[in-house]
């Protein structure tokens, strides 16, 4: 059978490029080529040489741009990128990822493909998609495959081939996650020797550094040592995920990461509201964000704090209390969402209300940098803080992340083309 695997546009349909390496879709595109597919992988987000950007860089991006006419215009060039693979590969199933920016474009892409190729069979995968039977079974099957990273050859910069996973699923349950519905939460190890390939793997293809995408690998202390000793032995500098209760728990385990080539731990703090904290199940506490940052400072060991801001229920006084949080961290870097929710997630099943008002919204447009996020067309938001309290969170970042080591928290590339304003090549 012959297949075509595509990753739509997600920051492209706002005129800038990002980098990600789409695992799930590299991993299927793995495993369809083992069972002997002819398979071709495209990824529409992708162009050019890497740079990074502001935050500012990314709202003002979203304000100059309308995503979602780039998304429906049929000229779009990720569309007619979209239309000469198709003829060029004449495939008889095609699969696209969907995260929920994805969502429009591979609903275009998908009417595209049935019209050019009558009968063609389709396929949706990802975290805003509902999978077939099939598809499901693949992506379960795919989790024990490598990603076919040389499908990509051409489309990626090497240094998102560095993108690795030791491990899927987490035993925790937060309420805006997908990830306890989609792997059970049960947590799958990978061998280490397994590791061991896929790092060669991605050095092959010129990857400088490594990032583990894992949940996280700090669950188990005896895991993380492994991990840490089989990245120690790659010599390659590394990044990953992890928990401030992980870190709490096990003061020792910063230093120990770093001595072993790690060079910035990422973790969610989500909100500086307890009360919020216990509505998302999150399951920390201040007080362990802040003894994990003073471990990780001892350590100098950089890290970029995750937060969220739009949580149904969520008042001024709560983002108050984030912004007190902050302050009081004064982190490296923050990465700032808007809570959206995932099909599956705690938030989504017991939120109709929100989920019929997200849902009017075009799905490329679920940006934190989209200044119309869950805004009605008047401009009032339609749930979460006022307009100000949210202006003076990301306003808080942008100054946070002004003086991050590494500007900016996306990396994205820029390509000459017409399609994209040229205030996104800051
Ligand atoms: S947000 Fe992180 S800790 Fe919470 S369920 Fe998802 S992966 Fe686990």
């Given amino acids: 059978m012959k297949v075509l695997l595509v990753y739509p546009p997600i920051?492209?349909?706002?005129?800038i490029y990002s980098t990600p390496l789409p695992i799930g879709v590299l991993q299927v595109a793995g495993y369809l080529w083992w069972k002997g597919n002819d398979v071709r992988?495209?990824?529409?987000?992708?162009?050019?040489?890497?740079?990074?950007?502001?935050?500012?860089?990314?709202?003002?991006?979203?304000?100059?741009?309308?995503?979602t006419r780039y998304v429906a215009n049929p000229g779009s060039a990720y569309r007619t990128e979209f239309h000469q693979a198709l003829l060029a590969?004449?495939?008889?199933?095609?699969?696209?990822?969907?995260?929920?920016?994805?969502?429009?474009?591979?609903q275009c892409l998908a009417e595209d493909a049935m019209r050019i190729l009558p009968g063609v069979r389709i396929e949706m995968g990802g975290v805003a998609a509902k999978p077939s039977e099939w598809a499901s079974e693949t992506a379960r099957i795919a989790l024990d495959h490598d990603p076919a990273l040389s499908k990509l050859a051409g489309q990626n910069p090497p240094e998102s081939f560095g993108a690795i996973l030791t491990s899927h699923g987490c035993p925790h349950a937060c309420t805006f996650c997908s990830s306890p519905s989609i792997y059970g939460r049960r947590v799958t190890e990978y061998p280490p020797e397994r590791l061991f390939l896929r790092i060669n793997d991605a050095a092959a293809m010129?990857?400088?550094?490594?990032?583990?995408?894992?949940?996280?690998?700090?669950?188990?202390?005896?895991r993380a040592r492994e991990v840490a000793d089989v990245m120690a032995a790659a010599r390659l500098p590394w990044r990953t995920q992890t928990r401030v209760d992980d870190l709490a728990r096990h003061p020792e385990l910063a230093a120990e990461l770093k001595s072993r080539g790690c060079t910035q731990l990422t973790f969610g703090v989500e909100s500086g509201s307890p009360r919020l904290l216990e509505l998302m199940k999150k399951r920390i506490t201040r007080d362990q964000v802040l003894r994990a940052v003073e471990i990780l400072d001892k350590a100098q060991l950089p890290y970029t704090a995750n937060f969220m801001i739009g949580y149904p229920g969520e008042t001024d006084d709560d983002v108050q209390l984030t912004i007190d949080l902050i302050d009081l961290m004064r982190p490296q870097r923050v990465l700032a969402g808007s809570v959206v929710p995932y099909p599956g997630s705690e938030l989504h099943n017991t939120n109709p209300e929100f989920v019929a008002r997200a849902r009017r919204w075009p799905a490329c447009r679920w940006s934190p940098f989209d200044p119309g996020f869950l805004c009605e067309d008047n401009g009032d938001r339609v749930?979460?803080?006022?307009?100000?309290?949210?202006k003076a969170f990301y306003d808080l970042v942008e100054r946070v992340n002004d003086h991050a080591p590494t500007p900016g928290?996306?990396?994205t590339s820029?390509?000459?083309?017409?399609?994209?304003?040229?205030?996104?090549?800051v």
């Fill in 11 to 15: 920051l492209r349909s706002a005129g």
């Fill in 41 to 67: 992988v495209l990824n529409l987000e992708i162009g050019g040489a890497l740079k990074t950007v502001s935050i500012a860089a990314l709202r003002r991006a979203y304000e100059l741009h309308d995503p």
């Fill in 89 to 106: 590969h004449r495939p008889d199933l095609v699969g696209f990822s969907c995260a929920t920016e994805q969502l429009d474009a591979a």
């Fill in 206 to 222: 010129g990857a400088k550094r490594i990032h583990l995408m894992d949940d996280t690998i700090t669950l188990r202390l005896e």
């Fill in 383 to 390: 749930q979460g803080p006022s307009a100000a309290a949210i």
């Fill in 409 to 411: 928290t996306f990396t």
């Fill in 414 to 425: 820029l390509k000459n083309t017409t399609e994209q304003p040229a205030e996104a090549s």
